[in-house]
């Protein structure tokens, strides 16, 4: 099937510090991009989206960068907390097709 | 607002047979969209409903299918079950208008 991004990598951070978590697309047609958060036994809950007219985009204790000409995306997380652990998404989409193509997920592990 | 609902929440098949997985989206959203979740092959996108009328679909057999009911309600069906078939099943819905999809907890499938 079609996917987006790293193989699963997994990341584990001190509670109170920031996380970077990185995605890598593949089709620069792409024109919209969403992270999605997943705790154990949920299914993925929306956290942030950007367009690709914008290279920044800020939300609350969340900030999501996009450099589309390397095709990067990355998601920063201010202040860790245990509640952040997870299994962190990006996504893409086309607009004019309307298919969501996830990438492989990165796990956060929060060490309190 | 109740979120999305899915049942059943377990289900386990052997194989060969078929199954019918439900999904209810959120009031008033009209988009509803399948997702198959695997260790190995991550979040792939299964077909989209919108009106009661596929948009999309995603690179799976035709043992795949899906319908859309005129309240949006939704349902997938798998026939022959495989092995390979064994997923958590996720549904998704969203407004027309709006790319955010909110996704309801699963159907965890297990074919023996």
């Known amino acids: 099937g079609e996917s987006v991004g790293l193989h699963l990598p997994t990341l584990s951070v001190q509670e109170g510090d920031n996380s970077i978590i990185n995605c890598a697309y593949s089709?620069?047609?792409?024109?919209?991009f969403i992270w999605y958060k997943q705790e154990s036994g949920k299914g993925p809950q929306f956290i942030i989206d950007?367009?690709?007219?914008?290279d920044k985009r800020q939300g609350q204790r969340v900030t999501v960068l996009l450099n589309k000409t390397v095709k990067h995306l990355s998601l920063q997380i201010a202040a860790t907390q245990p509640g952040d652990s997870a299994v962190y998404f990006c996504?893409?989409?086309?607009?004019?097709?309307?298919?969501?193509?996830f990438g492989p997920g990165t796990s956060l592990s929060v060490i309190p | 607002k109740a979120g999305v609902t899915q049942t059943p929440r377990y289900l386990i098949k052997t194989r060969g047979q078929q199954v019918t997985l439900s999904c209810s989206p959120i009031?008033?959203?009209?988009?509803v969209s399948w997702y198959q979740q695997t260790p190995g092959q991550g979040l792939q996108f299964l077909f989209e409903y919108f009106s009661e009328t596929q948009r999309n679909k995603g690179n799976f057999p035709g043992r795949f299918s899906g319908r859309q009911f005129s309240n949006s309600r939704s349902e997938m069906n798998v026939s022959t079950l495989e092995l390979g078939d064994s997923a958590l099943y996720l549904c998704a819905s969203s407004l027309w208008t709006r790319n955010e999809q909110y996704f309801g907890p699963g159907t965890r499938l297990t074919v023996t």
């Open positions: 089709n620069s047609a792409s024109d919209y």
């Open positions: 950007i367009r690709s007219n914008m």
């Open positions: 996504a893409e989409k086309v607009t004019s097709y309307d298919k969501v193509i």
């Open positions: 009031s008033g959203h009209r988009s």
